[in-house]
């Protein structure tokens, strides 16, 4: 059984570190985002338009992101987002705290030896 509200709260709790690792390499749209955090996750992670872009715009907002329009031939004008410096610290914050986190649940969830 699926617990579709458990499954919204740690979304909305790693929203965040998930795009701004996606823009650390290189700039990216956000339908490739969408696509990539999808086929990465293998399915079990999907941002739909409705929620990605307001957070984008939240995150660029903040200053961790940047956007800017691009136009190539033969496709639509794009909004590409890349890290700031003050994202990269961020980033680099959100990674160690979710690590920390991932690694406490991970002790108390294994199972003991009988």
């Known amino acids: 059984m699926k617990n579709s509200h458990f499954d919204r709260e740690l ?3 790693s929203a965040e570190l998930l795009i701004l ?6 700039p990216r749209h ?3 985002m969408s696509k990539l955090i999808e ?3 293998g399915g079990a992670v999907r ?3 409705a929620s990605l872009y307001p957070l984008l715009y939240r995150l660029e907002k903040r200053g961790w992101i940047e956007g800017r329009w691009v136009d190539k031939a033969d496709q639509r004008r ?3 987002y890349r ?3 003050e994202g990269r610290r961020v980033l680099q914050a959100q990674r160690s705290t979710w690590q920390n986190f991932v690694a ?3 002790r108390i969830t294994e199972m003991e030896n009988a």
């Open 30 to 32: 956000g339908y490739e």
């Open 39 to 41: 086929t990465r996750s």
């Open 78 to 80: 794009r909004r590409y």
């Open 11 to 13: 979304k909305r709790g």
């Open 104 to 106: 406490a649940i991970n």
């Open 83 to 85: 890290l700031t410096r």
């Open 47 to 49: 941002f739909n338009v």
């Open 21 to 26: 690792s996606l823009v650390e390499a290189r």
